[in-house]
């Protein structure tokens, strides 16, 4: 499963049962 938490993050439910939370400036891809 996955939603939004209170403070704007997503979270993500991985298979295994690990809630990993997403700021939607975490996920900007980045080029060394």
Request: neutral net charge.
């Amino acid at each position: 499963a996955s939603g939004i938490d209170a403070s704007g993050a997503l979270l993500l439910q991985a298979p295994d049962g690990t809630i990993q939370t997403v700021r939607a400036g975490d996920v900007t891809l980045k080029k060394n």
